[in-house]
């Protein structure tokens, strides 16, 4: 195996499980998401990027995601509201719908709030990965957190 | 926004929905194979590629005789172009445009003497040309609008007055024999307006028009334009839909009718957007989002006009 096959092994089982949950907020589905994980996978062997460390590695591949899934999502059709496929396995538990309810919202929002709550991401950082600014992180946040509501109720919401 | 409880259940709810098994080894395997294939294919072509040179280089000698004896000829150098210039708000013809030609580098086409080739619409905004037969295109300059630069050879082009800065405009075009429609939408505090053939302008509180139909085409030949402001906090939404689908149930495709979306804002163009291959009769081109423009291509069917997002 080349050394940078290798890396991108290592890489793989570093952040592996986050790049497929970032990837199925765009695909709605774990075979799409796993497609698009194997294609940034391939990027990373063939542009072999130097990185500063693992946290800057996992932001140009959750980077190079996002481009992969909005191509994606550009030349596939897709309703806005996509369900989830009987494909995935979903835990029978009330609290999976949260998930599936953030994934529902398009994805300009459903992303965001991803990474900020789940990924721990800083707007300031979220501004950088998506290349947007503050600012329409924040109102995608509110946005997002407000179409949650109307869809969940205010439950899960303090 | 810290959000406690959101974030604790958010996290066990994504935790709870359990990745494909094995998607590593899945995925580690279906890279060596795809680099294996890449790799036999490699060795296959750089022998196929050796061969064909060598009978490459005999038929060149060959073609290149013909072609310089055929060429003197036959090929037509030059080519007229006519066309119209009008004005994408209310179609009345734009006399006295100038224009000369680029090609796709960006260079202008001159003449002899090194000045660049121009004409000038008449009173009925139509202009003709003798140009070669490069891939030139007219670059269209008017008294008062945006200077456009064709992206092909047209009998038409729709070109829009400058405005004000704050002020957008959109103009859809498209080439086959069909019915779309130009939509826009703008939500603000949690109110959505909708603009389109049916309800052709939209105010704001103050009673002021911030969006207006300016023109309605059934049919290609014809643009559509929306200008429309941004207010402050508020989402826009621009989006064409084919009413000829709806109508007949797909037998006139959206993503067949090379429709085009020119943006403006001000005196400056901010894209150009070309509908893709896709399903659906609905595409939604573009959002503008307190002021950030995002081209948000999605596509989907809808059963009525109204169902439009």
């Known amino acids: ?158 | 926004m810290t959000d406690l409880k959101f974030t604790n259940e958010y996290k066990r709810s994504v935790e709870s929905i359990a990745l494909p098994r094995n998607y590593q080894e899945n995925i580690l395997s279906a890279i060596d194979e795809r680099k294996s294939k890449d790799s036999q294919s490699s060795k296959t072509k750089a022998r196929v590629y050796k061969y064909a040179l060598s009978a490459a280089a005999v038929l060149v000698l060959l073609f290149g005789l013909a072609f310089t004896l055929f060429a003197m000829n036959k090929l037509p150098s030059e080519m007229q172009i006519s066309f119209k210039v009008s004005n994408a708000t209310n179609l009345s013809a734009v006399k006295g445009a100038r224009i000369v030609f680029v090609n796709s580098n960006g260079d202008l086409l001159t003449d002899d003497t090194g000045e660049a080739v121009e004409v000038f619409t008449n009173d009925n905004g139509e202009a003709q040309a003798t140009i070669p037969n490069e891939g030139y295109v007219p670059h269209i300059d008017a008294e008062g609008y945006i200077p456009f630069t064709a992206d092909k050879a047209e009998d038409n082009y729709y070109i829009s007055p400058e405005m004000n800065e704050d002020t957008y405009r959109a103009v859809l075009t498209w080439e086959t024999e069909c019915d779309l429609d130009a939509h826009l939408s703008i939500t603000k505090d949690g109110k959505t307006e909708k603009l389109h053939y049916f309800n052709s302008s939209i105010e704001n509180d103050k009673g002021e028009v911030i969006a207006a139909l300016d023109t309605d085409s059934e049919t290609s030949g014809y643009p559509e334009t929306i200008t429309f402001n941004c207010e402050d906090n508020s989402l826009i939404r621009f989006s064409v839909a084919s009413y000829s689908a709806l109508k007949e149930d797909s037998t006139k495709a959206l993503s067949d009718t090379s429709a085009q979306v020119t943006l403006y804002r001000g005196e400056k163009l901010l894209g150009v957007y070309s509908v893709q291959k896709s399903k659906g009769n609905v595409w939604c081109v573009f959002e503008i989002e307190n002021g950030e423009l995002e081209a948000y291509s999605e596509y989907y069917s809808v059963g009525a006009m109204t169902e439009i997002k």
């Not at chain 1, 932001?59 to 996509?82: E, F, G, P, Q």
């Not at chain 1, 396995?89 to 919202?105: K, T």
């Not at chain 1, 300031?124 to 600014?133: H, N, V």
């Open chain 1, 1 to 158: 195996m080349s050394s940078n096959a290798l890396r991108a092994q290592k890489a793989l089982q570093k952040h592996g499980d986050s790049l497929m949950r970032v990837a199925f907020t765009y695909t709605n589905n774990m075979y799409d998401a796993q497609d698009m994980v194997q294609e940034a996978l391939l990027k990373y062997i063939e542009k072999a990027p130097e990185f500063l460390s693992s946290e800057h590695e996992k932001a140009w591949l959750i980077r190079v995601i996002i481009n992969l899934c909005k191509n994606h999502m550009t030349s596939a059709y897709k309703k806005t509201y996509a369900e989830l496929t009987e494909d995935i396995s979903v835990c029978d538990n009330y609290s999976s719908g949260l998930y599936e309810a953030v994934c529902s919202l398009p994805s300009k929002y459903s992303l965001v709030i991803h990474l900020f709550y789940y990924e721990g991401y800083s707007q300031k950082e979220i501004a950088k990965l998506m290349k947007i600014t503050e600012s329409a992180v924040s109102t995608r946040l509110q946005r997002g957190r407000s179409l949650l509501r109307e869809k969940i109720g205010d439950d899960f919401f303090d």
